[in-house]
């Protein structure tokens, strides 16, 4: 069980990281001009495809074998559990929209551009939350 909750932790430490690095690299390359967009709308999609989406599914799938496994108790489990649902699915609803800017810097859209990036990041706020409130509340819960 440790090397799986190791695994947890860690592809979780993992994601976190990309939200954070997305988030640095969306305000470095907005800040530019069109063609930084499409750059940014390219890098995004590729750690998400790459990198991120992997970390999340490793995360879910060690999550509910552990969830399977034990016999889960206390508050610290269920805030982790809905904050860490909550993170997960609107990390899934973010990247369809990071799929969609891009289709959409791709095609010269920038006006569905916007509003896609506006909401995207919107949404993002609530992956990085969830996922941080998921993360304390398992560190606490272990302790």
Sequence with gaps: MSTVLAL???????WLGCVVTEALFERA????????????????VRVDKF???PAILVVLMTGVWMWSNTTPTGTSF???????L??????FYCVLLVFKRRDAAHSKNWDKFDHLD????KV????????LVALVSGVVGKA
Aim: proline share 0%.
């Design 86 to 91: 909550v993170a997960i699915t609107a990390n």
């Design 78 to 84: 269920y805030v982790m559990l809905v904050s860490g």
């Design 29 to 44: 390359l907005l800040a530019g001009d069109r063609s930084a967009h499409l750059t940014l709308a390219d890098l995004h």
């Design 8 to 14: 947890h932790f860690g592809f979780a430490t993992i």
């Design 118 to 121: 506006h909401l995207q990041h």
């Design 124 to 131: 993002g706020a609530f992956v990085l939350l969830g996922l």
């Design 51 to 53: 990198i991120e989406v």
